[in-house]
């Protein structure tokens, strides 16, 4: 199995899942044509693309999913609370699959499992994907981390870890204050010692791979990021991955 980054940030985000037979992309928040071209930057054709997977409604995970699903043919699987926003607005895709927050899931011979997470969105789910084999989790959006979210996250080959922001850089940086409370709050976004800490917690005992992910552009640096992961794993920063907003990550095979 293998795993990518279309990018990842609060201008869009989209990872794809490779099991040699089945490609599963976990969130589509990039337009059509901007999906398809980071989609060629990573050597797939956008009808290769079996299914989308969407974590929530913010426009930054799902505001390309309906058109891209109509256009390539493939389904969508989200939760109801998803479901219900996007219809709320006018852009919930035609085909979908309802999933339960607590219940895997497959798609050809990948295993979904998604577990639900403290965001401010309306039924927000994250979501380990394996093959039977191997074991990717992805978490990019959260404002607290729970026992639920450790116990879904331990094991994995590989790990996908919000880092949205600095403490010190946020607070003080231009951002309005209501903006800052949101992403705060415990409803908002993991900052970089949360990641940490959360890292620290889970079981590394197969880890391959670790990711800092959903990085602010005004308020992280990937430096930041990877150094406040590294410090867990006892290895060098630069042992750590990012997922670029504008680049993404290019593919990662998980043995």
Not at 147 to 172: F, I, P, T, W
Not at 211 to 224: F, K
Request: aromatic share 4%.
């Amino acid at each position: 199995m293998r795993f990518a980054s279309l990018g990842s940030g609060s201008r869009g985000n989209a990872w794809l899942v490779d099991s040699g037979s089945v490609l599963v992309m976990l969130d589509c928040g990039f337009g059509l044509r901007e999906t398809s071209m980071r989609l060629q930057r990573r050597g797939v054709a956008a009808d290769a693309v079996s299914a989308i997977v969407i974590t929530h409604e913010h426009a930054d995970h799902a505001r390309g999913a309906a058109r891209f699903a109509a256009r390539h043919g493939c389904g969508v699987w989200l939760t109801h609370g998803c479901l219900a926003m996007l219809q709320a607005t006018g852009e919930a895709p035609e085909r979908v699959q309802v999933l339960d927050s607590h219940t895997p899931f497959a798609i050809g011979d990948l295993e979904i499992r998604p577990f639900p997470v403290p965001h401010d969105a309306r039924e927000p789910v994250q979501y380990c994907v394996t093959d039977g084999h191997a074991r990717l989790g992805v978490l990019t959006d959260a404002g607290h981390v729970t026992e639920h979210m450790v116990q879904c996250l331990s094991g994995c080959h590989a790990l996908a870890l919000e880092c949205n922001h600095d403490l010190d850089m946020l607070r003080q940086g231009s951002y309005p204050p209501g903006l800052k409370t949101r992403i705060l709050g415990p409803y908002g976004h993991l900052d970089n010692q949360a990641a940490a800490a959360l890292l620290a917690r889970v079981d590394r005992g197969r880890l391959q791979h670790v990711v800092a992910a959903h990085l602010s552009e005004e308020n992280n640096t990937p430096d930041l990021a990877r150094s406040a992961l590294a410090e867990v794993l006892g290895c060098a920063p630069a042992d750590i991955d990012v997922a670029d907003q504008d680049q993404g990550l290019d593919w990662r095979d998980i043995v």
